[in-house]
């Protein structure tokens, strides 16, 4: 089983979402235990912007010539880790009420014409297989449930742009209100756990499906 883990906040592993995702690769890793795990981690800070070549590439009838660099070779080994990927897990804070610049660098490097989706008269159609996404947010606010005061352009944001490139299968937690710390955070904490241990609990034929797949794919 191959877990593509995209670590977005700027505090890295020692962030809220990041603690978050643990839970979801833990329960991933306890649903598939006969092949174990892979975990392969992307910093999504580290990456650069995409370039002028880059932009350049998108805007013209087919890609250069030659072997890619800059941005165009960044792109091209951030979705082939994406392709291999069984899982991909996704762990974010809420920045301004969206995605960080650091998640928004990752979508602009695999949202890609002509690599990830195809442009047809109905409109953007992805190329990649669907496969589960889950995404573990960080707010320090509230942005769902009737207390919420601020609105939520990160969960529509991350449905649509992945749902560009063929990806549908996404389910979200969330740790909101960190900025109240102390025992409201803690309960926040348990909440969200306990709701990923309820998902896992009841999702274990979708996980057997996944490896099945992935196993055929791998003898074939
Ligand atoms: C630049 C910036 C913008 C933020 N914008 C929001 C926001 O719009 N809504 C919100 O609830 N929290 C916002 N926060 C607070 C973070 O979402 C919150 O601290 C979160 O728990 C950080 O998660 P992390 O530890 O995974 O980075 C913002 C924080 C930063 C640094």
Same mark, same amino acid.
Request: glycine share 8%; proline share 4%; hydrophobic share 45%.
């Given at each position: 089983?191959?877990?593509?883990?995209?670590?977005?906040?700027?505090?890295?592993?020692?962030?809220?979402?990041?603690?978050?995702?643990?839970?979801?690769?833990?329960?991933?890793?306890? %649903?598939?235990?006969?092949?174990?795990?892979?975990?392969?981690?992307?910093?999504?800070?580290?990456?650069?912007?995409?370039?002028?070549?880059?932009?350049?590439?998108?805007?013209?009838?087919?890609?250069?010539?030659?072997?890619?660099?800059?941005?165009?070779?960044?792109?091209?080994?951030?979705?082939?880790?994406?392709?291999?990927?069984?899982?991909?897990?996704?762990?974010?804070?809420?920045?301004?009420?969206?995605?960080?610049?650091?998640?928004? %660098?990752?979508?602009?490097?695999?949202?890609?014409?002509?690599?990830?989706?195809?442009?047809?008269?109905?409109?953007?159609?992805?190329?990649?297989?669907?496969?589960?996404?889950?995404?573990?947010?960080?707010?320090?606010?509230?942005?769902?449930?009737?207390?919420?005061?601020?609105?939520?352009?990160?969960?529509?944001?991350?449905?649509?742009?992945? %749902?560009?490139?063929?990806?549908?299968?996404?389910?979200?937690?969330?740790?909101?209100?960190?900025?109240?710390?102390?025992?409201?955070?803690?309960? %926040?904490?348990?909440?969200?756990?306990?709701?990923?241990?309820?998902?896992?609990?009841?999702?274990?034929?979708?996980?057997?499906?996944?490896?099945?797949?992935?196993?055929?794919?791998?003898?074939?």
């Amino acid at each position: 089983m191959s877990v593509l883990r995209l670590t977005c906040s700027p505090r890295g592993t020692e962030s809220e979402s990041h603690r978050l995702s643990q839970f979801i690769v833990d329960a991933l890793a306890r %649903a598939d235990i006969e092949r174990g795990r892979d975990v392969i981690e992307i910093d999504a800070n580290l990456l650069a912007h995409v370039d002028a070549e880059y932009a350049r590439a998108l805007g013209s009838p087919a890609d250069p010539d030659g072997d890619p660099s800059g941005a165009l070779r960044q792109s091209d080994r951030l979705i082939q880790s994406l392709a291999e990927a069984d899982y991909v897990v996704i762990a974010t804070p809420m920045h301004n009420y969206t995605v960080p610049s650091g998640l928004k %660098a990752w979508i602009d490097h695999v949202v890609r014409v002509r690599s990830t989706f195809s442009v047809t008269r109905e409109g953007k159609v992805g190329v990649l297989a669907d496969r589960p996404v889950f995404v573990a947010v960080s707010s320090g606010g509230l942005f769902s449930g009737a207390e919420a005061r601020q609105p939520d352009f990160l969960t529509p944001y991350l449905k649509a742009a992945l %749902a560009t490139i063929g990806l549908k299968r996404l389910t979200f937690f969330s740790v909101e209100g960190t900025a109240m710390g102390g025992l409201a955070l803690e309960a %926040a904490r348990l909440r969200t756990q306990a709701a990923i241990a309820a998902y896992f609990a009841g999702a274990t034929d979708a996980v057997a499906e996944v490896a099945i797949q992935a196993s055929i794919h791998a003898s074939s």
